[in-house]
């Protein structure tokens, strides 16, 4: 019997290792999966087709054995009767940028990729392409701890700009181009991810790229990536101080390496301007915008700003992990990618710097902490749009009233018209793009301040920290943040993410009665929160009182007086002072997201 066992035992750990991998400690059943890319691109940039080749070699750190692969074929949404097209035509506020643009396109307008060939361990495969999702059958089994290799050849076209990638957009870049190649979707411990392309955000794995992209000369590139031919290419990217080697032909070889990314983007253009500042921990910065007249001297303004911004959330968040990053005029609005990105390059000069520090927000938010932008939008838009406000009043424009009134009063509106869907849904189907906006990043946003209102500011900016560092490089969701901050403050928060994501209940708390000096409060609305509490007595002396909630099991540090906790259950609360009392006020800070702040006050009259 021992001797029939052992074979088989050791089998199951050779086959089973890869459960016991460990990648965070927070999750010690965590594991995610790595693609390493190697990618040659022909492009033609006078029709605005290019083709590919890729080598991709695709590592199963999952527990799972995998019979199917599935690809994202992103240019394929910008075809007239593409889901991306019949949900902006059927949508009850269709984003400007789009409503039925795809649908006019002319052939020689779409996007694709077609595939012409696909192969695994050098034999072809059996795939098919519905929409956007390229699903392959495979030969051969991939095991877990095991890797496989796909040879892949592609062809495909550059879609007239609707969103983010395309070509010849409104302010005349030529290229813009994100989410263009085939991109190998994300397999987690909820299974895979083949969301199609419809609205918005993204998922992607993590890995090593190496691309090569072949163009006219004539054009100046940027994007994810280290440039590994410099002196071959010139642009501005070379050592001044060694000779720039003459090109042979009409055609450059642009060498890019970018390690540990999810995703490669690029954009180029005849007419590039390329500026390269350094900032105080060493970081590259590259900026490339046109050279017109009404865009130089903001995008000459805005520079320093963008040195400080780096600057700044080093040190508020964490060190940047790349050595650079670029600043791209692409043309449509502003959208994070792999050390770069795409950006609007008119306007205002205070929109170009808004713009800005919110996208090299999103390095740390959404590119570092890589969520799932479809199922989380609000983890990366929210705390990105936190992080942007902080950075402008600290860097820039110093606010000189409630930090966040703004982003409070959207979200009350929202609430106030009945539209509200709660922070769970889904990012392509929320009912309204309006509704998808101010939850992500209005809602979001205040996710995180309210957050220090209930377990403390410095506790806050400390689980942010801390969430950086062990999260890095990995797939975070809700719940590994909430754990960090649980772990950082002391105080349970299960009942925070239940009540603020997962439903549109409401926070209305109130001053009901005031006799003598016993006070009443009152919870109106579902979401129950700690409270906050000023009171001024007769003779002009202030208390602070704190109320924490029962589900917290702690309280933030304060030295407030510290009153009995109030229990969910509960609707009212009722305490005593030692003086006659003249006025009360909930919440001073205003940072908890109480829907009516007229009964949050009591004055004597």
């Known amino acids: 019997m021992k001797s029939k066992l052992l074979p088989f035992l050791l089998l199951s750990f050779i086959l089973f290792s890869g459960y016991s991998q460990t990648v965070n400690k927070n999750r010690p059943s965590y594991w995610q999966q790595k693609v390493d890319y190697k990618m040659e691109i022909d492009m033609n940039v006078k029709t605005y087709q290019y083709t590919g080749k890729t080598k991709l070699v695709y590592t199963n750190n999952s527990p799972d054995v995998l019979n199917k692969v599935y690809f994202h074929l992103y240019n394929n949404a910008f075809q007239p009767n593409s889901e991306m097209d019949i949900r902006s035509r059927t949508i009850e506020d269709p984003d400007r940028r789009v409503r039925d643009r795809i649908f006019n396109l002319k052939p020689d307008e779409i996007g694709y990729t077609n595939i012409k060939s696909l192969k695994q361990n050098g034999v072809d495969v059996h795939y098919k392409v ?38 010849n957009n409104r302010e ?36 090593d790229f190496d691309v090569t992209i072949n163009i006219d000369k004539k054009y100046t590139l940027g994007g994810t990536g280290y440039l590994q031919n410099p002196q071959e290419i010139g642009h501005g990217y ?32 005849t007419d590039y301007l ?19 007249s009404d865009i130089k001297e903001n995008w000459k303004l805005m520079q320093p700003y963008a040195v400080k911004t780096m600057e700044y959330l080093n040190k508020t968040v964490g060190e940047y992990p790349y050595q650079q990053y670029s600043v791209i005029q ?60 902080l950075t402008s009043h600290n860097i820039y424009k110093p606010i000189d009233h409630f930090l966040f009134e703004n982003e409070y009063d959207t979200y009350f509106k929202l609430v106030d018209i009945g539209k509200e869907e709660p922070l769970s849904t889904h990012a392509d189907h929320f009912n309204i793009n309006r509704a998808f906006t101010i939850a992500s990043y209005y809602k979001g946003l ?42 950082v403050s002391g105080i349970q928060l299960d009942w925070y993410l239940q009540e603020w994501i997962q439903t549109t209940n409401t926070i209305d708390y109130a001053v ?27 003779d002009q002396s202030v208390e602070y009182f704190y109320i924490p909630l029962s589900s917290m099991r702690g309280e933030k540090p304060t030295t407030a007086t510290l009153l009995p906790d109030w229990t969910w259950a509960h609707p009212t609360y009722t305490f005593k002072t030692l003086k006659k009392i003249k006025s009360i006020e909930i919440d001073e800070s205003l940072l908890m997201a109480d829907i009516n702040r007229n009964n949050n006050v009591y004055q004597q009259n």
């Open 130 to 167: 519905q929409g956007t999702i390229l699903e392959v059958t495979l030969n051969t089994l991939i095991n877990p701890s095991t890797e496989t290799v796909f040879d892949m050849e592609f062809e495909a076209q550059v879609p007239v700009q609707i969103r983010r990638s395309g070509r």
């Open 330 to 389: 692409g043309g449509d609005g502003g959208m994070e990618y792999g050390m770069c990105t795409l950006i609007s390059g008119g306007g205002s000069l205070d929109g170009l710097i808004g713009v800005t520090i919110h996208e090299m927000a999103h390095s740390w938010f959404q590119f570092v902490l890589a969520n799932n932008e479809l199922k989380y939008s609000w983890m990366d838009e929210g705390f990105t749009s936190f992080i942007e406000v």
């Open 274 to 292: 390329h500026d390269i500042l350094k900032t105080n921990n060493g970081t590259t910065m590259h900026f490339l915008y046109k050279n017109k």
């Open 446 to 487: 205040i996710f995180l301040s309210q957050l220090g209102y209930v377990i403390g500011e410095d506790n806050l900016m400390k689980t942010l920290q801390v969430y950086y560092d062990e999260w890095k490089f990995q797939h975070p969701n809700p719940n590994d943040f909430k754990r960090i901050a649980e772990k």
């Open 512 to 538: 009901v009665e005031v006799n003598n000096n016993e006070i009443s409060l009152e919870r109106i609305g579902k979401m129950p929160m700690p409270i906050d509490l000023k009171v001024v007595y007769d």
């Open 172 to 207: 005349g870049i030529a290229l813009s181009m994100a989410q263009w190649y085939p991109k190998m979707a994300e397999y987690d411990e909820e299974g895979w991810h083949t969301d199609p392309y419809i609205a918005r955000e993204f998922y992607g794995v993590w890995g």
């Open 238 to 269: 070379e050592d001044k101080t060694k000779p720039l080697l003459s090109p042979k032909g009409n055609t450059l070889k642009w060498h890019f390496k970018a390690p540990n990314v999810h995703d490669f983007t690029w954009a180029a253009d």
